[in-house]
């Protein structure tokens, strides 16, 4: 199965924006990227998914390089509320091939 | 909806005994499975199903049998509990979007065995 790397930790500033990376250099073709966010105590819950082009949603934006070896998911403007740990996950077409790693944890200072 | 409700919250087990942690979803989802997550370490996979009557193991799965009888409920049976069963476990349900699947958790059971 692909494999992500994202860094351990990150922080950002309220209400500035956040750039949060995952390398996935083993890509296949047809893997989907995703993203989920885990709020402290909480079930994760999905942010967004992209394929190949640049998708925005209401929580996020996800940027996919052109060769698809990573991608950046873009919070326009930080919250506290969006102090989480975050996943870039590769979906390899298989409902059991989804693999959640150690994700992102991003801290968000007043 | 109420989504993917996860009873009980919490529980404490001795080693050896048994127990079910349950798992209801309204979103008449095809697709639920159970997840672990263990201190500092991502989600990991235990047993999935796609269907009603339809199970399959994942990444984890000794330990730990599911059953299927309802789309709505779907059952983690733990057979005799141990220490390395401590942890914090996760019910998910999701649908087919296009070619993706979309996962709804619920808001976890954190089990003790001691």
């Known amino acids: 199965d692909a494999k992500t790397t994202q860094p351990n930790s990150m922080e950002s500033n309220e209400e500035e924006p956040v750039h949060l990376p995952c390398n996935h250099s083993?890509?296949?073709?047809?893997?989907?990227i995703h993203w989920y966010r885990q709020l402290p105590s909480q079930g994760p819950e999905y942010v967004i998914h992209?394929?190949?082009s640049n998708v925005n949603n209401r929580m996020a934006s996800l940027a996919i390089a052109e060769d698809r070896k990573s991608s950046t998911l873009i919070l326009h403007r930080a919250t506290l509320r969006d102090a989480a740990v975050y996943y870039c996950i590769l979906d390899s077409g298989g409902y059991q091939k989804v693999t959640f790693g150690t994700g992102t944890k991003l801290q968000v200072i007043p | 909806n109420a989504g993917v409700t996860q009873t009980p919250k919490f529980q404490v087990l001795k080693t050896g005994q048994s127990m079910t942690l349950q798992c209801a979803q309204d979103?008449?989802?095809?697709?639920m499975s159970w997840y672990r997550q263990d201190p500092g370490m991502g989600l990991r996979l235990i047993h999935y199903?796609?269907?009603?009557?339809?199970?399959d193991q994942g990444e984890v799965p000794n330990g730990y049998n599911v059953s299927r009888s309802t789309t709505e409920d779907f059952p983690l049976r733990l057979l005799s509990a141990a220490p390395s069963q401590t942890s914090v476990y996760f019910c998910a349900s999701s649908y087919l979007q296009g070619a993706v699947y979309e996962q709804y958790f619920g808001p976890g059971t954190r089990l003790t065995v001691t």
């Open positions: 199903s796609v269907g009603a009557g339809i199970t």
């Open positions: 979103m008449n989802h095809e697709y």
């Open positions: 992209g394929l190949t």
């Open positions: 083993t890509i296949s073709g047809t893997d989907y």
